[in-house]
């Protein structure tokens, strides 16, 4: 009906301005103004709504623009059956029956006098009656680097983000804890199980929260018996390093590893001096598990060394134990022995002196074996003696103490050992 009008209008237009000049500019002014009114596009209404929100039945509305007779409205699409409010007293729209959740987009066209229908106002509403969905993550087993949690969330609106340590010895540090997905670590030297906290709020005020369980293991561990090492069966060559297990949270004690190193210098009383290489260092026996001693062979007569026990557990935390020493200067590792039947003739004081109670024979020897010995014993010709061992007749021995010397030489150096031992009386008469 529109378009004809306008054609019309369009066709006395040119009729009377082809006939008559002298009233053209009047005529036209008028024709105009109709042909504006009849093609004019009235305002875009403004539409609103609150969103999010949990209300299921969301109210919609809108401005009354100048000029305005009529709306019409149509929800979730632009095509189909519009509704129309019959009259421009209509300035909102709810749904009468419950929405789920999802997204809704209302579209509003206003009306003119002369019917004129305008581009269409819109306004989307987002419905959220339920929690977000989320996921702390699953267990971050032991470790000592920092990680980022396998934290998920879903939800129809926008969320905030919070995490917070629930329990756990130390403080937990986030990068960011109001991220999703926080890079997460412990205090350095520290070691304990952590419940971490995931809280979510989303825009329509829903809280939920979901915990998980953060290991983390930044300290080395506690070495056995406040880290005493045990030196024994000590020879001129070799010797014997016992320790106690050590301890760990985050490893079994029977996991942990033991590394023994060895110097002829004192530069092995820490972890980072003890792993270096050089400077007379050298490893006695490298990583091994479960293992509480060891023995060192290949040692030289005359030399000191210094040894150390390095620990870690299953992250490669380490710690020490506490170093010892060993002078092998002079040591012939002596032993005694006793022919049989005497072999109750001896016993030690409190001195760990040898005391001969009975007559009998006294067999002195050393343990290892090298190319010539010597001994003295005071007051008794042993010149004839150049084996590992000699013999002596307690009986011929005067009552008193007496040291037993034996002599070798190595190289260019010689290298003595002396065994004291004690005559009492009537063991010689």
């Known amino acids: ?5 306008v054609i019309w209008l369009f066709c006395i237009v040119f009729f009377i301005t082809s006939f008559c000049s002298s009233c053209e500019d009047e005529f036209l002014k008028e024709i105009e103004q109709e042909i504006t009114a009849a093609t004019h596009i009235p305002p875009t209404p403004v539409v609103q709504v609150e969103s999010p929100t949990t209300n299921t039945k969301p109210i919609w509305s809108w401005n009354l623009p100048a000029g305005i007779v009529n709306f019409r409205f149509q929800l979730g699409a632009e095509s189909g059956t519009w509704q129309v409010t019959g009259g421009s007293g209509t300035l909102g729209y709810s749904p009468l029956t419950d929405q789920p959740d999802g997204s809704y987009t209302l579209f509003v066209q206003a009306a003119n006098e002369l019917g004129n229908w305008s ?38 609106t926008a969320m905030t983000y919070t995490w917070s340590k629930v329990s756990g010895n130390g403080n937990i540090l986030f990068d960011n804890a109001s991220l999703l997905t926080p890079v997460i670590s412990g205090q350095l030297e520290t070691e304990s199980e952590y419940t971490l906290q995931l809280t979510v709020i989303d825009d329509t005020n829903h809280i939920v929260s979901d915990q998980m369980v953060f290991k983390w293991d930044h300290k080395a561990p506690a070495p056995g018996d406040s880290g005493t090492i045990t030196i024994s069966e000590v020879s001129t060559s070799s010797l014997t390093l016992d320790w106690s297990a050590g301890s760990d949270l985050s490893t079994l004690s029977t996991a942990l590893e033991y590394k023994v190193v060895a110097s002829t210098q004192d530069n092995i009383n820490t972890v980072i001096s003890a792993e270096i290489s050089g400077e007379g260092r050298f490893t006695v026996m490298d990583w091994a598990a479960d293992t509480l001693n060891t023995n060192v062979s290949g040692l030289n007569i005359g030399s ?3 040894f150390n026990v390095l620990v870690r557990d299953r992250l490669a935390n380490t710690a020490m134990y506490g170093d010892v020493s060993q002078d092998l200067n002079g040591i012939l590792g002596l032993s005694i022995t006793v022919n ?10 409190e001195d760990d002196d040898v005391v001969v109670q009975q007559p009998g024979t006294l067999t002195v020897s050393v343990n290892e074996s090298f190319d010539g010995y010597g001994w003295e014993l005071y007051g008794y010709d042993l010149s004839s003696e150049t ?12 009552p008193g103490v007496h040291h037993l010397y034996v002599f070798t030489d190595r190289g260019s150096s010689q290298f003595s050992e002396n065994l004291r031992f004690v005559v009492e009386n009537g063991v010689g008469e």
């Open 1 to 5: 009906m529109k378009k004809t009008r």
């Open 387 to 398: 084996g590992n061992s000699v013999t002596l007749d307690s009986s011929v021995l005067s």
């Open 119 to 156: 581009e269409s106002g819109t306004a989307t509403v987002v419905i959220d009656t339920s929690d977000p969905v989320i996921s702390a993550g699953s267990t971050i087993e032991w470790t000592r680097t920092p990680v980022l949690p396998g934290a998920t969330a879903e939800d129809r």
């Open 340 to 349: 049989t039947p005497w072999d109750e003739i001896l016993t030690f004081d």
């Open 304 to 306: 000191l060394y210094y």
